[in-house]
């Protein structure tokens, strides 16, 4: 297996001039995702150049989160909402949440099967690709994104139809092919990913583990580890490690707008000096018991700092209602309630619980009153929370505890206290070194993080792996 220095570097950032200078045709481009655009500063934002540069339409099919009101729809975009009956959705779900979700983490021994709700899952797979060819293109031939894994067999359905090309980004981690062959679904998902002429992740680690999981399952296929890419029959697919940029330029101007409601929040919610934050969904997947045991193994091993901080959980509902979760969601509210009767003292208590959804504004207040953050996933596809945290120190200022399982804490590791997410000592040792940790230290560290994250912005990662698929499509 090759080493992560043999890989090809990070693609480099590519500029509105340089994407003007490709001679390109590309009057359409169709995006498909499970969920739709969301809040500002997402994937629209990062195609804007295209559209503006190129004069592209983009055609944007969601089953979730489409804007509905013209008036809202950013300039060249149009946005599709195909009519699924609630049952399939239903369906779908279960196997996504229930099977692909734990098993693509790494936790085969929580993924549960069930063959009609596969069956399911590809009826779904089929209605959104039959929408996406019912949209007339203006191009021929068409460019296609793929995103999200809950769409993970529409790419063979386009793939069949003449003048159709596609590129596909994985979004969440893959695992090693001894977790995903333990799947019987394996060799069809791999299958239909190698439909597609593009195939981008986070990071190396990942791809890595696909072209390998590939050398498993697929005997016909040829592996290229060096050039990363898969020759099967005729096709070819390119694999490319493009981790995630935000728009940094946002969360400044989120930051710098948001500043007074940051110095307030201390007093609103009657904060101790010191403030660890953590912004999570409540997802067995993000370690939020585990970073709960490392805050009491904090509070145990230096009682001194008992009273001077608050530990400031900012939880977000999961994105399934299957008892899986929750069961978790139960289980880190016992946990919080437990830790904060253990510590209570005259009125303290070690952790303030906040549920509910948080907007990008109140997020950026909340970034700059805390000093610490506190990442701890078991395993995460990238987590742009580590990300818009530093975004918005303008201040330089604030320390990052990072699990060493996220997918960002390649990109983030000289700043960053990397940590075991599952190692309570090590993470309330980390906390320590991130609270006492001088001034001077915090802008040196902080500072190199904001050069990476300035670096791999939003529209470089759009750009950048659009540029791969136009490559791949002119090429023999």
């Known amino acids: 297996m090759p080493t992560a220095t043999q890989m090809p570097p990070l693609l480099s950032p590519v500029s509105t001039d340089e994407l003007g ?22 994937v ?35 946005f599709y909402n195909p009519q699924v009956p609630a049952a399939l959705i239903e369906r779908h779900q279960k196997i996504a949440t229930g099977h692909l979700w734990p098993l693509l983490h790494g936790m085969p021994e929580k993924a549960t099967f069930d063959f009609e709700n596969w069956k399911s899952f590809r009826q779904l797979n089929e209605v959104l690709a039959s929408e996406v060819l019912s949209v007339s293109s203006q191009s021929f031939p068409t460019l296609v994104w793929l995103h999200d894994y809950q769409l993970s067999l529409v790419a063979p359905l386009l793939a069949m139809q003449a003048g159709v090309l596609l590129c596909q980004f994985w979004h969440v981690p ?63 697919t390119k694999i490319v490690v493009m981790p995630l ?29 010191q403030i660890v934050l953590g912004v999570d969904r409540l997802d067995y997947t993000k370690g939020v018991l585990e970073k709960l045991d490392g805050i009491e193994a904090f509070l145990e091993n ?20 299957e008892p899986t979760f929750q069961t978790y969601v139960d289980k880190v509210k016992q946990r919080v309630a437990a830790i904060n009767a253990k510590f209570a003292k005259d009125g303290w208590e070690p952790i303030i619980f906040i549920s509910g959804h948080v907007d990008q504004s109140e997020l950026a207040a909340w970034y700059q009153a805390a000093d610490v953050l506190a990442v701890n996933p078991i395993r995460d596809g990238l987590n742009l929370i580590a990300k818009e945290y530093v975004a918005s120190r303008q201040d330089e200022q604030g320390a990052l505890v990072l699990s060493r399982n996220a997918g960002c804490a390649a990109e983030l590791a000289q700043g960053a206290l990397i940590v075991n997410p599952q190692d309570p ?47 791949a499509k002119n090429s023999p």
């Open 302 to 321: 230096s009682p001194s700092w008992q009273r001077r901080m608050h530990y400031v959980q900012l939880a977000q509902e999961p994105q399934s209602n």
């Open 174 to 236: 893959w695992p090693s092919p001894q977790v995903i062959s333990q799947s019987p679904i394996a060799k069809e998902l791999v299958d239909a990913l190698l439909c597609n002429r593009v195939l981008g992740f986070h990071t190396t680690e990942y791809a890595t583990n696909f072209l390998n999981t590939v050398q498993e399952l697929v005997p016909n296929s040829q592996v290229d580890m060096l050039k990363m890419e898969v020759r099967r029959r005729r096709q070819t």
């Open 21 to 42: 200078q490709l001679q390109l045709h590309l009057p359409t481009l169709k995006v498909v995702s499970y969920r739709g655009p969301g809040e500002s500063g997402g």
């Open 425 to 471: 000592k090590e993470f309330a040792n980390a906390l320590q070194q991130a609270l006492t940790m001088e001034v001077e230290e915090k802008r040196r560290r902080m500072t190199s993080m904001r050069r990476v994250v300035g670096w791999n912005q939003l529209h470089d990662w759009a750009l950048g792996f659009l540029r791969q698929a136009i490559g």
């Open 44 to 78: 629209p934002t990062s195609l804007e150049p295209v559209v503006t540069r190129l004069g592209t339409k983009i055609h944007w099919f969601a089953l979730s989160g489409v804007p509905t009101d013209p008036e809202n729809q950013p300039a060249g975009f149009a």
């Open 245 to 273: 940029g935000i728009d940094f330029g946002l969360w400044q101007r989120l930051a710098k707008a948001a500043r007074p409601v940051a110095e307030a929040i201390s007093v609103k919610y009657r904060l101790a000096n």
